[in-house]
């Protein structure tokens, strides 16, 4: 799989040309996130935890938490705790502030960490969760790898991610906003274009449908399956320890 970066002209890896990106657009992410998906990526979130809510998960990981909007999400079946980790301290910090702002302190935990080496014991959590996120990954079957190692036998990870609509005219779409309006309104809104660029790329690169889940069974996932939302532009994909 070609390595997508933000900036191919900084001499920087994969992970820390990611870190920096988000960091540059943190401020603005929210706003745009919800602008841009005309606000149904709420609905895609909510969609995902309402599939978590049937394990009834206790202990759950959120991994690229960002501004913690999953984690949030995911209050709405009441786990006893959710911990997020990301590799960006300031996307970080604007989650934490809604997390106060909503009173989910005691419940919700934001640690700044790599996503690939997560630094937490074998067979800890309930349900690993991911919005967005494993596409950004240096190495995604790395990525998988840790959530599956994290997961206890029985587990369930849920993975939201961009999937390409196979009808034509979706897809004629889907491309146009993604390559010209994303990055004409992303980079205009956020002084950071090439971020939005990469948005468009990293999507069009990354593996979808079937080839995501050979991925997701090639780290050690069963019961695997795709779900797929708003005529296929988005998916939700399962998989179990």
């Not at 911990?83 to 989650?95: F, N, P, Q, V």
Request: net charge positive; charged share 25%; with cysteine.
């Amino acid at each position: 799989m070609k390595v997508v970066l933000p900036y191919p002209a900084v001499e920087l890896n994969k992970k820390q040309q990611v870190s920096e990106m988000f960091n540059r657009i943190a401020l603005t992410y929210d706003f745009l996130n919800h602008f841009l998906s005309a606000g149904i990526d709420r609905h895609w979130r909510k969609h995902a935890v309402k599939i978590l809510a049937d394990d009834n998960p206790r202990i759950i990981l959120d991994v690229a938490s960002g501004t913690a909007d999953f984690a949030i999400a995911a209050m709405k079946i009441n786990p006893d705790k959710i911990t997020g980790i990301d590799l960006s301290e300031k996307m970080l910090a604007i989650g934490r502030k809604k997390i106060l702002k909503k009173k989910l302190g005691e419940k919700i935990e934001l640690l700044e960490g790599d996503c690939e080496a997560l630094p937490f014991s074998e067979n800890k959590f309930d349900a690993v969760t991911v919005g967005f996120g494993v596409r950004n990954f240096m190495n995604p079957l790395n990525g998988l790898a840790e959530m599956n190692r994290v997961l206890k036998p029985g587990g369930k990870l849920i993975v939201l991610e961009f999937s390409k609509p196979e009808n034509i005219i979706v897809s004629g779409i889907f491309n146009f906003y993604f390559r010209k309006f994303c990055p004409f309104i992303g980079g205009l809104v956020s002084k950071d274009r090439n971020a939005y660029r990469y948005l468009k790329t990293s999507v069009q690169q990354f593996p979808d449908g079937n080839d995501f889940l050979a991925m997701m069974e090639t780290a050690g996932f069963m019961e695997t399956s795709q779900k797929k939302l708003t005529f296929g532009i988005v998916s939700i994909y399962c998989g179990t320890k």
